[in-house]
């Protein structure tokens, strides 16, 4: 029987693995054959996903739904699932592109403009964490074009679904209330 693992050539590195970690060029890594999960399995294991994300184990919950996306590619609440948990990890250093590659598998338009929103909301939190000198700009940045999602969402959101109104009204309070974010034409 075959190892369940091989080692990759330091020529073959890349500079991010599908879960999105770093790999440090020229050093080799170790590679595993992934273990399906089952169909029957794949309810449970979003149901999972959404408790690690609770538990703030943003990189567990993305595994999972790396998993069932195998089994079912086209999973909306996987997909939904995963984008999340991508954007938990902003802060951590998670390139928003691959937040971002997810949208275009979202069947609604209003999905795919409301998670756009999220992606950018989330960015912008991330950036106000940070002490760059563009930190501040790159937030307000983000809010408004966060805002700018969830404006050409609220037409197409479903009866009594008010989320796009609620993100939005947040990321206005958050302007509002926080003077120094602003344009840099506006500086």
Not at 116 to 128: D, K, M, T, V, Y
Not at 130 to 147: D, I, K, P, R, T
Not at 168 to 178: E, K, S, V
Not at 182 to 187: F, Q, V
């Amino acid at each position: 029987m075959p190892p369940a693992y091989i080692w990759h050539s330091p020529e073959s590195a890349i500079d991010f693995d599908p879960m999105g970690i770093p790999n440090q060029k020229g050093k080799a890594r170790l590679h595993f054959e992934l273990k399906p999960i089952s169909r029957a399995g794949v309810s449970e294991a979003i149901e999972r996903a959404g408790r690690y994300r609770l538990l703030s184990e943003s990189s567990l919950a993305e595994s999972i739904c790396l998993d069932v996306l195998e089994i079912e590619p086209e999973n909306q609440r996987a997909l939904v699932t995963l984008l999340l948990a991508i954007t938990d990890q902003f802060s951590s250093g998670a390139p928003a592109a691959r937040a971002r590659e997810l949208l275009p598998r979202l069947k609604s338009e209003y999905d795919q403009l409301y998670y756009a929103g999220i992606i950018c909301e989330r960015f912008a939190h991330s950036e106000l964490r940070q002490s760059a000198a563009s930190a501040s700009f790159n937030a307000y940045q983000g809010f408004v074009e966060a805002m700018d999602c969830y404006e050409n969402a609220m037409p197409l959101r479903p009866a009594g679904n008010d989320d796009s109104i609620l993100r939005w009204n947040t990321c206005a309070r958050i302007l509002m209330r926080n003077p120094d974010l602003a344009a840099e034409s506006d500086r």
